[in-house]
T-cell receptor
Framework: GAVVSQHPSRVICKSGTSVKIECRSLDFQATTMFWYRQFPKQSLMLMAT?????????EQGVEKDKFLINHASLTLSTLTVTSAHPEDSSFYIC??????????????FGPGTRLTVL | GQQLNQSPQSMFIQEGEDVSMNCTSS?????WLWYKQEPGEGPVLLIALYKAGELTSNGRLTAQFGITRKDSFLNISASIPSDVGIYFCAGHLRQGGKLIFGQGTELSVKP
């Protein structure tokens, strides 16, 4: 149980285009999902917290108009990188918060999406 | 911001050896989680700890939630080549909140 999928796993796009990444919790409902970015040999950097039915909460320094997040259902959050540029090339990972009982929040991660902007 | 100090940063060991890594913080955590990440993949949950003092095993892996709620360790016994990867500790300061990550421990196992 507690499986999170991400689609696509890899995407290559031209500079100036927009790219949408989907994150789904397959066997549980998640009111909260998270989007991370990871550079080689580094830890995960939280970009934003995605809340079902409300606006996402962005971390300091993350442009909300560039990284659009939509959490339309309890099993799906999407991240859209708008007007992508080469510096947006990175590994993007989502996670979904699974609450099985009181005081047992656990985040399960998707397999990641490698974005390359030419 | 909040930080977890994870050590060691990297380990090079012989197959069959035991491994220990730990995380400490100046803040009290509600939850401690240990993940393993392999190249090109997302982190995979290894062990989740929810109570101070809790000691949990998952096969050859054992982790403990420190009694002060400010630290945790992960032990791997009798390492094998497929244990290679980066291990991250992470914790919640509050329920439903964002995870705070350690810097990671890169494990290399020589057959």
């Amino acid at each position: 149980g507690a499986v999170v999928s991400q689609h696509p796993s890899r995407v290559i796009c031209k500079s100036g285009t927009s790219v949408k990444i989907e994150c789904r919790s397959l066997d549980f409902q998640a009111t909260t999902m998270f989007w991370y970015r990871q550079f080689p040999k580094q830890s995960l950097m939280l970009m934003a917290t995605s809340n079902e039915g409300s606006k996402a909460t962005y971390e300091q320094g993350v442009e909300k108009d560039k990284f659009l997040i939509n959490h339309a259902s309890l099993t799906l959050s999407t991240l859209t990188v708008t007007s992508a540029h080469p510096e947006d090339s990175s590994f993007y990972i989502c996670s979904a918060n699974h609450r099985q009982g009181a005081l047992t929040d656990t985040q399960y991660f998707g397999p990641g999406t490698r974005l390359t902007v030419l | 911001g909040q930080q977890l100090n994870q050590s060691p940063q990297s380990m090079f060991i012989q197959e069959g050896e035991d491994v220990s890594m730990n995380c400490t913080s100046s803040s009290i955590f509600n939850t401690w989680l240990w993940y393993k990440q392999e190249p090109g993949e997302g982190p995979v949950l290894l062990i989740a700890l929810y109570k101070a003092g809790e000691l949990t095993s998952n096969g050859r892996l054992t982790a403990q939630f420190g009694i002060t709620r400010k630290d945790s360790f992960l032990n791997i016994s009798a390492s094998i080549p497929s244990d290679v990867g980066i291990y991250f500790c992470a914790g919640h300061l509050r329920q439903g909140g964002k995870l705070i990550f350690g810097q990671g421990t890169e494990l290399s196992v020589k057959p």
